[in-house]
Nanobody, 117 residues
Framework: QVQLVESGGGLVQPGGSLRLSCAAS????????MRWFRQAPGKGRELVAF????????DYTDSVQGRFTISRDNAKNTVYLQMNKMKPEDTAVYYC??????????WGQGTQVTVVS
């Protein structure tokens, strides 16, 4: 079965950095695009970043463009989100997402990221 396990969240000061990881299993990881979403308290889940199956194409929501970088290691079945120059508004639970060929979404358990002075 599909499993997505996020890690790397924590507490960070404004301007700081964190790197999130998502270890995937149960599907042919190298064949699928991957996404990172986040959900802040009281808000809906927001798409943050996208990466194509081969890593050649990436895309970001405007609010993180130039600060966050999504990458993947297909040999390790892992997708990453490097977050730099972090802001308090980046505070959220971050989720890794896999969408299969039937458009069924799979989610990890999420990892909490808190940006506070």
């Amino acid at each position: 079965q599909v499993q997505l396990v996020e890690s790397g969240g924590g507490l960070v000061q404004p301007g700081g950095s964190l790197r999130l990881s998502c270890a995937a299993s149960g599907f042919p990881f190298r064949l699928y695009a991957m996404r990172w979403f986040r959900q802040a308290p009281g808000k809906g889940r927001e798409l943050v970043a996208f990466i194509s199956s081969d890593g050649a194409t990436t895309d970001y929501t405007d609010s993180v463009q130039g600060r966050f970088t999504i990458s993947r290691d297909n040999a390790k079945n892992t997708v990453y989100l490097q977050m730099n120059k972090m802001k308090p508004e980046d505070t959220a639970v971050y989720y890794c997402n896999h969408r299969n060929g039937d458009n069924v979404n799979y989610w990890g358990q999420g990892t909490q990221v808190t940006v506070v002075s």
